[in-house]
């Protein structure tokens, strides 16, 4: 029953009974693989199943399939959580449920999920996924949710590394670490044009690096700036909680909507006259950590000693997996949609990351598209596809 609901699934049905009709219709192809004597399950049937399924043995036996094919080893793993917003109980004061995924920022794979427990937070699980996995030499990277002394000593003596953000949930070490790379950046400014520097910081400057970077897109212009420095000594906590600490950091986003005027011309203003003045579409540029905002600034620790370069690629990796595995979670796969109730809605999802794994890695085996929901339509079409990657086996990765 797993097999032909992922089937349909990664055939682009993408609900329980969509996927069911799909396997009733295909039942004489299937069959060449399966016994199925008595036919297709029927949607309740299924639903009980779902239901019935223990959580986490079935993270397991997820985490050893993908973990035969990809190593969790001497790469960077994103962990990050999302909500199944459709799966929503009525019942009063219920809390939306939580997933926490674990990805493989290279391939886009994801490696293991963890439900979160309605009493308990992504605080608690975190170091309970990170014991699932082996992270030697891996750089893991978790929004600031994660930035806990407990989960760096953890993820040090399990032989990784981390990058974690800083925001306002800790006032003191986000308010001194944006004060000290703000006088980081002038002094820094001061030695390019060979003005003097202050003495306090030029030990510091020996261990200073920061990079700039702009590109267009097609609502906007971004403009990042971001700064590091190998020398915690300056931050509080890096003196006492935050002993693993060895880099601080800050990275600054500003997002310019772009302005055409009648003609089409791009009249975008620059980065300092927006800043300055603002835009017609956005005459009061906003500063905020959440998403969406025009001026965004987050602070950044590492156990690593690292370049601006590298800390700005580690943290669009992150970037580009918390949105777009979202996004194509809720957009391709419905997953926002779903009606499932909580342990039915947590091995669906599941299984919808084992199709994404499958539909990934025959994106990158076959190079025939690099749009999954395209992909999809291959499954469909094509017989070969699906007895290959699902029933013959996946090659290891490594």
């Known amino acids: 029953m797993l097999t032909y609901l992922t089937l349909g699934i990664l055939c682009g049905r993408l609900t329980i009974k969509r996927s069911l009709n799909w396997a009733r219709s295909n039942l004489k192809w299937l069959k060449r693989f399966m016994k199925l004597e008595n036919g297709i399950a029927s949607e309740p049937t299924i639903s009980r199943m779902l239901n019935g399924i223990d959580q986490e043995l079935f993270c397991y036996a997820f985490i050893e399939w993908i973990g035969e094919i990809i190593s969790t080893k001497n790469t960077h793993l994103a962990i990050d959580g999302k909500a199944l917003c459709g799966a929503t109980e009525k019942a009063k004061d219920e809390a939306v449920p939580m997933i926490l995924n674990v990805v493989e920022t290279v391939r886009g794979l994801i490696l293991a999920q963890k439900a979160i427990d309605s009493k308990t937070n992504e605080i608690t699980a975190i170091p309970e996924l990170l014991e699932l996995l082996d992270i030697t030499g891996s750089t ?100 006492k909680e935050w002993s693993e600490v060895k880099s601080i950091g800050l990275v600054k986003q500003v997002r310019v909507p772009i302005e055409k005027d009648e003609q089409g011309n791009d009249i975008t203003p620059g980065k300092e006259e927006f800043l300055r003045y603002g835009s017609r579409r956005c005459p009061k540029p906003r500063e905020s950590e959440e998403k969406g905002k025009e001026i965004q600034c987050t602070a950044m620790i590492s156990d690593r000693l690292l370049t601006a370069e590298e800390l700005m690629r580690i943290k ?50 076959t190079e025939m598209t690099d749009v999954i929901s395209e992909m999809m339509d291959h499954f469909c079409d094509h017989e070969e596809l699906r007895e290959k990657y699902v029933f013959q086996g996946i090659v290891s990765r490594y």
């Open 316 to 365: 669009r990796m992150h970037w580009v997996v918390e949105n777009g595995l979202h996004h194509t979670l809720d957009d391709t796969f419905r997953e926002d949609r779903s009606p499932a109730r909580r342990s039915a809605a947590v091995n669906l999802s599941l299984i919808r990351k084992i199709a994404y794994n499958i539909l990934r890695i025959s994106m990158y085996e």
């Open 140 to 239: 893991v990277t978790i929004d600031a949710i994660g930035t806990q002394t407990d989960i760096m000593k953890q993820i040090s003596e399990q032989g990784g590394h981390f990058v974690l953000m800083v925001k306002k949930n800790q006032p003191e070490a986000y308010a001194e670490i944006h004060e000290f790379m703000g006088r980081m950046e002038t002094e820094a400014a001061k030695k390019r044009k060979g003005e003097q520097t202050d003495p306090i910081y030029e030990e510091y400057l020996e261990k200073y690096d920061d990079t700039n970077q702009s590109e267009k897109n097609r609502e906007r212009y971004e403009y990042r700036t971001v700064m590091v420095c190998n020398d915690p000594s300056a931050l509080t906590k890096s003196q």
